[in-house]
């Protein structure tokens, strides 16, 4: 069993679902340690006990966050066999889950624990082609719009002005 996945019931779930939703919100560098704690009814050192610091708990909080949207980006993706139609599905699926999760600010931010960008390494995976580094374009302009959205822009719009951008792909 992994050790970052929680018991149901237990103190180590309530803080990875409030850590979440914090940093899902205010970002890593918006989320105060003390702050946090305190919402949660405990103390720092029970938040430091279970995760270390506050970047190992952002790390185990993004990874996860991360490989939720991912699974149901490559879900989305598989419908299609043309790639720029699965690239499409992917970033348009990402999105909305994002949104819906409210983890626009959590996904779109520079990742301080320097994880690998696995958003990037779907879109490489759905091209299969020899120009390097264009997964990391894709990935980019996905995260610019969730930091719309996060930054306080229309969904509706963010969404638009994202669909404008993929259409640009055909």
């Not at 970047?55 to 949207?69: A, H, K, M, P, Q």
């Not at 419908?79 to 348009?92: F, G, M, R, T, W």
């Not at 983890?103 to 960008?117: A, G, I, M, T």
Request: include cysteine; charged fraction near 25%; hydrophobic fraction near 40%.
């Amino acid at each position: 069993m992994k050790s970052n996945i929680p018991i149901p019931g237990t103190l180590r779930e309530r803080i990875l679902n409030q850590a979440i939703k914090d940093f899902g919100t205010h970002g890593f560098e918006g989320v105060n340690v003390q702050q946090f704690a305190k919402s949660i009814g405990v103390t720092t050192g029970a938040l430091y006990h279970h995760f270390g610091n506050k970047l190992e708990l952002y790390r185990i909080v993004r990874e996860e966050v991360e490989r939720r949207i991912i699974s149901r980006m490559e879900g989305a993706s598989a419908v299609h066999e043309e790639p720029i139609l699965s690239i499409k599905a992917a970033i348009l699926v990402g999105f909305d889950s994002a949104v819906k999760l409210n983890v626009c600010r959590l996904l779109s931010e520079q990742d301080p624990s320097d994880n690998k960008d696995l958003a990037a390494i779907l879109f490489k995976e759905i091209l299969n082609e020899e120009m390097e580094g264009t997964e990391f374009i894709i990935s980019a302009g996905w995260r610019a719009s969730l930091r719309n959205v996060a930054n306080g822009m229309n969904i509706e719009q963010s969404r638009n002005v994202l669909v404008k951008l993929l259409e640009k792909f055909n």
